[in-house]
C-alpha cells in the first residue's frame, strides 16, 4: 500500500474492513475517459466506523504502463486528514457510495496503466482492506505464469513457461534486459513461451493490438547461487565495520533470516549484481551474511546496499547516517555542508562509510551529570524552536538556555524519520542521525558545548515502531504492488504482523524477540558512545507488551508482567553501557507497573524516571478554576518510588499549552480577566513557584518560559485543528518574545527560582508536602502551599511557598514550621515572624517563596548564572574602609544589614563594573552585603575588625 507519514506523534487506533466489492463504468477505459467507481453501501459499516453516511473517503495512487513508479493522488491529503476533495458520494436511494473521475485529470500524470484504492473515514482509524488495483487502458495485458512485477529463482539452465492473455487479439513480444528474445506476430489473446534461464534477467512482455495500443508487464528471472560457509572474522558485527589497522577494509554484516544470498551493491561495483560482492554466511550462525571490502581509498566517501535473492534493495540497519532519495532534495547546504548526492539512479535509502576519518576533538571528556532528582529538563524540537532548524542555530542559543538554569536537554527525535519537518516519531532508521538538522559533527558540537556549560543531552527515542522505510520493515513485508513498501509478512524477525497494543502506529516491533532486543541495544550503544549523550526518554513504553491487542485499550493500560521484566532487561543493557545514563519512561501507566522500575536497582542509585503529567489540575490552577486542580500528585510517594524518580511537568510536546487555555478559557472576576495577556504572564511566574520549588526532576517545554501562547493544533494558517497537530509552529525567537519585557520576565523569575532550587541543599530532601487547594483550609480553594524541610542542615532548612490562584486576594495563613525571621527568596527581605498563623495578603496570581533565615545562606549568590557579581576586597575590614568591586550592575544598589536584619546604609551604584569605596563605621563583627540590580540579588559576607 503506498502510505506515507510524515508527522506522526498521535495514537491511532486503526482497524481494518474486509475486501469490498466494487463496479467502474466504463470498462475497459483509457486514461483520458470519464470513469465512475461505485461502492455498494453495505460494503461500508458506517456504525462501527462511527461516521455518517457521507463520510467515506478514497486513499488512492497510480502506477505507470509497466505498473510501476507509484505516485500517490495529489488531492489525497494527509492519512489522518483526507481531503473533502477525495470525499465519496452518498447515494440514499440506491444506498451506494460513487466517484466519477478522469484518471489523468485525478491523478495528475499521464502514461498510467493501473491505480490502487482503498476506502476510509476522514482520519485513518478505519480502513478496507486488502489495497485494490484497477487497470487503465483499453487493452488489457494478464501475465498467467510468472506473475507481473514478480520473481522466479530457478538453477541455471532451467526452462520457464512464460504465459499470458489479453482481452483483444495482439502481437507479442519478449525482452531480456532490453533485448528481444522472442516474437509471435500472429494475432491472439493469448502468449506462451519457454525461455531459458542462463544469466539474471529483468523480463518485459509487449502486447500491441491491430490498433497499435501496447500494454507491458514485466517479471525477474533469476539464477541461484552457492553461497560460502564461512565463520566471520571477530571484528566485523552487524553493520559498517572499520579495520582498526587497515583503511583500505571494511566488513559489512546483515542478519537475513529466510533469505537465500545477499548481494553488496555500490558505488564500488557500479551498482550492478557482481558475484564478486556475494556476502558469505556465518557458520556459526547462518542467517548472518557478511563480507569484506578490500582495496578501498581512505577518505573517498562510498555508497552501498543490500541486495537479497527476493529483490529486496535496502540501507544497513546499523547506518549511522543514510542519503535518502525522498528526503535529502530539501536539505539546504546551510544546514548540511557538501551534502553528498543521492546515487542516480538508485531509489529508497542507501548507507555510506568512508575509512580513514579523523575522529571529534571532544573538549570535555569527564561530564559530571546532574543528579536524577536535580534534574531540570527543557524539553526542545529543534524543528520549532529556531528560525533555521540546525545544530548550529542551536548551538547559538546556549546562552539562552544556560541563562534559564536548567541542566539538562532533552530533544525530540533526532534519529532519521521520514520527510524533514517532523516531530521525528516517524523513525525509520533508530540507528542513524537525520540528516535535516546538520552533520554528525555539529551535532557532537552541541553536545560537547552543552557539556562545557553543565548541560546534559537526552534524546527521545520512539522504540515502539519503525515507519515502512525501515530496511527492517521492507526486508520482510507483503508487496502485491511492487514499489518495496507493504504490510509486515509473518517471517520478519522484528515485527508483529498484527500489533499487539491498542495504541500502535506504523510498523510494531516484537521486543520478546532476539533480533530486536539486539537492533535496541546496538542502537543505544551508538548514541551514548558515538555521540556521549546522556540518556534517553523512552516514547510510549505501554507498547512494550504482547500481551494485548490494537483494539483493546484496557489491557494496554493495565499491568503487564511481560512489559515489567522486558523493559527491566532494557535498563540492565543501558545501564551496563552506560552506568550513569537517565532513563527516563514515558508510560503514564498504573502506579503499581511504575513503581517495578522507579524501584529497580534504586539502591544502586538507578531506578527508573517516570513521566510525571501535571498538565490539567497545573492548567486548571492557572486557568483560575478549582475543579480537578489538585497537583499533589507532584509527590512522588504518592505513585510509591522509593526516590524521587517522577518527572513531574504542567507542559510537554504532547499537551496544550498552558498560556493557550489561559488566555482563550480564563477566569473572569470583575477587573481580573485570566484572559488578559499580561494577567496570564503573571500567572505562570506563579506556576514556577509552585513547580520548580516541589524536590526532584521537573521539565518543561520549549517556551513555556516565555508563555508560549499557540495552539498544539494550530494550522499554518492560524485555524485550530487537530489534524494539525504535528504542523510546524511560530518560533517564539523570530516572533520577538524574549525581547517582549513581560515574557520575559517570565523567563527572569522562572530562572531565579531555579537558581535558588541549585544554590540551596534543602531542595534536595525528600521530605517535603504539597498542598494544593485544599478546600478544608481554604473554602474556596486555589491556594498552594509547598513545605520543604531538612532538620539535619545546618542552615536554611526549611522552606514555605505560599500562592494564591485565585481571582480575587487572599488572606493566607502560612503554618510557618516556627517563628523567627524569614528570608524571601525572591527579594532577599527578612521578616520577623512573631505568629506561625498570622495571615499574608497574597494578591490574585501572587506567590511568595520562604526560607529560615540563616546568616551564612547568604553568601550564595543566587544570580551566578546571570554573571551578576560582588567582591569584597581584603575582608576582614581593617579601619573602618571597605571597597567593593562590582560587575554586570544595571541600575543598581548596595545595601548594608547587620545580622538581626537591619538596614544600615544603601548607595546607588552608576556604573555597570566598578568600585565602590566608603567609611565603614560600625562596630566589628559581621555584616551582610547586598548588591542589587534588575538582573537580581548577589550577597557576600563583610567581616570588620
Not at 74 to 92: E, F, I, Q, R, V
Not at 514 to 533: A, D, F, G, N
Not at 896 to 902: A, R
Request: charged share 20%; with cysteine; net charge negative.
Amino acid at each position: 500500500m503506498r502510505k506515507f507519514y510524515s508527522l506522526v506523534c498521535l495514537l491511532i487506533v486503526m482497524a481494518v474492513s474486509g475486501q469490498i466489492n466494487y463496479t467502474i463504468t466504463p470498462n475497459p477505459f483509457g486514461e483520458t475517459d470519464v470513469i465512475t467507481l461505485t461502492v455498494p453501501g453495505n460494503q461500508i459499516d458506517e456504525t462501527a466506523w462511527g461516521i455518517p453516511d457521507n463520510s467515506v473517503y478514497i486513499w488512492s495512487w497510480s502506477f505507470d504502463t509497466n505498473y510501476q513508479n507509484s505516485q500517490n493522488c495529489p488531492t489525497n491529503g494527509s492519512w489522518n486528514n483526507s481531503d473533502d476533495l477525495n470525499k465519496l458520494t452518498y447515494n440514499a436511494a440506491t444506498d451506494t457510495y460513487s466517484l466519477t473521475m478522469t484518471p489523468t485529470v485525478f491523478f495528475g500524470r499521464t502514461g498510467i496503466g493501473r491505480f490502487g484504492f482503498l476506502l476510509k473515514d476522514k482520519t485513518g482509524a478505519h480502513q478496507t482492506s486488502p489495497d485494490i488495483f484497477v487497470n487503465v487502458g483499453i487493452l488489457n495485458l494478464t501475465l498467467t505464469n510468472p506473475a507481473a512485477n514478480s520473481l522466479t529463482t530457478v538453477p541455471a539452465g532451467t526452462a520457464v513457461n512464460i504465459t499470458a492473455t489479453t482481452n483483444e487479439n495482439a502481437a507479442f513480444q519478449l525482452k531480456a534486459n532490453g533485448t528481444v528474445v522472442n516474437t509471435a506476430s500472429t494475432l491472439s489473446q493469448s502468449y506462451s513461451y519457454s525461455y531459458t534461464v542462463t544469466q539474471d534477467s529483468n523480463m518485459e512482455l509487449i502486447a500491441t493490438d491491430a490498433g497499435s495500443n501496447s500494454k507491458n508487464a514485466t517479471f525477474t528471472l533469476q539464477t541461484s547461487r552457492t553461497v560460502i560457509s564461512e565463520a566471520i572474522p571477530g571484528w566485523i558485527r552487524q553493520g559498517i565495520n572499520y579495520h582498526a589497522a587497515d583503511q583500505t577494509r571494511v566488513g559489512l554484516a546483515l542478519y537475513a533470516p529466510h533469505k537465500d544470498f545477499v548481494h553488496v551493491i555500490g558505488s564500488f561495483n557500479n551498482w550492478a549484481v557482481n558475484d564478486t560482492y556475494l556476502m558469505k554466511r556465518d557458520t556459526a550462525n547462518p542467517d548472518l551474511y557478511w563480507i569484506e571490502l578490500n582495496g578501498l581509498t581512505p577518505q573517498q566517501l562510498y555508497t552501498f546496499q543490500y541486495r537479497t535473492n527476493d529483490l529486496k534493495k535496502v540501507a544497513d540497519p546499523y547506518s549511522p547516517q543514510i542519503l535518502s532519495s525522498y528526503d535529502d532534495q530539501w536539505i539546504s547546504s546551510s544546514t548540511y555542508p557538501n551534502l553528498p548526492p543521492f546515487p542516480a539512479g538508485q531509489n529508497f535509502e542507501v548507507s555510506m562509510f568512508k575509512t580513514g576519518q579523523a575522529p571529534y576533538n571532544w573538549q570535555i571528556t569527564n561530564f559530571q551529570r546532574p543528579a536524577k532528582e536535580d534534574l531540570m529538563v527543557y524539553e526542545l524540537l529543534l524543528r520549532d524552536f529556531t528560525q533555521e532548524k540546525n545544530w548550529q542555530s542551536l548551538i547559538n542559543k546556549i546562552s539562552y538556555l544556560k541563562n534559564l538554569n536548567i541542566n539538562a536537554i532533552e530533544l525530540l527525535p533526532i534519529m532519521e524519520f521520514e520527510g524533514n519537518l517532523s516531530w521525528g516519531y516517524n523513525t525509520s532508521f533508530h540507528y542513524a542521525l537525520d540528516k535535516a538538522y546538520g552533520t554528525p559533527e555539529k551535532f557532537k558540537e552541541f553536545v560537547d558545548l552543552c557539556h562545557q556549560n553543565g548541560i546534559a543531552v537526552i534524546l527521545d527515542i520512539a522504540f515502539n515502531h519503525a515507519t515502512g522505510r525501515s530496511p527492517l520493515a521492507r526486508l520482510w513485508n507483503i508487496d502485491p504492488d511492487g514499489d518495496g513498501f507493504g504490510d509486515i509478512a509473518a517471517n520478519n524477525p522484528y515485527f508483529n504482523q498484527v500489533p499487539k497494543h491498542a495504541y500502535n502506529v506504523f510498523n510494531d516491533f516484537n521486543h520478546t524477540s532476539p533480533s530486536t532486543q539486539y537492533y535496541v541495544e546496538r542502537s543505544l550503544q551508538q548514541w551514548l558512545t558515538e555521540y556521549r549523550i546522556d540518556g534517553f526518554r523512552w516514547d510510549l513504553t505501554k507498547g512494550f507488551t504482547q500481551n494485548c491487542s490494537e483494539s483493546d485499550e484496557t489491557c494496554t493500560n493495565a499491568y503487564q508482567q511481560d512489559r515489567v521484566d522486558i523493559m527491566k532487561q532494557y535498563a540492565d543493557k543501558q545501564w551496563a553501557l552506560d552506568p550513569n545514563s537517565y532513563m527516563i519512561f514515558e508510560h503514564l501507566g498504573t502506579d503499581a507497573e511504575e513503581q517495578q522500575w522507579a524501584n529497580y536497582r534504586v539502591a544502586e542509585g538507578k531506578g527508573v524516571l517516570l513521566w510525571n503529567k501535571q498538565t490539567d489540575p497545573y492548567n486548571q490552577n492557572t486557568m483560575g478554576y478549582v475543579e480537578n486542580s489538585n497537583y499533589d500528585r507532584m509527590n512522588h510517594t504518592l505513585h510509591g518510588f522509593t526516590n524521587m524518580r517522577a518527572v513531574g511537568y504542567g507542559e510537554s510536546h504532547d499537551e496544550e499549552r498552558l498560556m493557550f487555555k489561559n488566555l482563550a478559557y480564563g477566569a473572569v472576576n470583575g477587573a481580573y480577566n485570566v484572559t488578559n495577556l499580561n494577567t496570564a504572564l503573571e500567572r505562570m511566574k506563579t506556576f514556577g513557584a509552585t513547580f520548580f520549588t516541589i524536590p526532584g526532576p521537573k521539565m518543561i517545554w520549549q517556551f513555556g518560559e516565555l508563555g508560549y501562547e499557540f495552539s498544539i493544533n494550530r494550522c499554518a494558517d492560524g485555524s485550530i485543528n487537530s489534524g494539525c497537530r504535528t504542523d510546524e509552529k511560530p518560533i517564539a525567537f523570530t516572533l520577538g518574545y524574549d525581547t517582549n519585557a513581560n515574557r520575559k520576565a517570565v523567563y527572569d523569575t522562572w530562572a531565579k527560582i531555579i537558581g535558588i532550587r541549585n544554590a540551596h541543599q534543602v531542595f534536595k530532601s525528600k521530605t517535603y508536602s504539597i498542598e494544593s487547594n485544599n478546600l478544608t483550609n481554604d473554602p474556596d480553594g486555589l491556594i498552594t502551599r509547598i513545605y520543604v524541610y531538612d532538620t539535619a542542615i545546618n542552615g536554611m532548612k526549611n522552606i514555605v511557598v505560599l500562592a494564591n490562584y485565585g481571582t480575587s486576594a487572599r488572606n493566607v495563613v502560612p503554618y510557618f514550621p516556627y517563628t523567627g525571621q524569614w528570608q524571601n527568596l525572591m527579594d532577599n527581605t527578612i521578616s520577623n515572624i512573631a505568629s506561625t498563623t498570622a495571615p499574608i495578603t497574597l494578591q490574585p496570581g501572587e506567590f511568595r517563596i520562604f526560607g529560615n533565615y540563616a546568616g551564612a545562606l547568604s553568601t550564595v549568590d543566587v544570580n551566578a548564572e546571570h554573571k551578576l557579581s560582588l567582591q569584597i576586597a581584603d575582608n576582614p575590614v581593617k579601619n573602618g574602609s571597605a571597597k567593593f568591586i562590582y560587575h554586570k550592575v544595571k541600575k543598581g544598589e548596595i545595601v548594608i544589614f547587620d545580622m538581626s536584619g537591619k538596614k544600615l546604609d544603601s548607595f546607588k551604584l552608576n556604573k555597570e563594573n566598578g568600585v565602590y569605596e566608603f567609611k565603614a563605621d560600625y562596630p566589628a563583627g559581621t555584616y551582610l552585603v547586598h548588591l542589587r540590580s534588575e538582573t537580581g540579588v548577589a550577597v557576600q559576607k563583610m567581616i570588620i575588625k
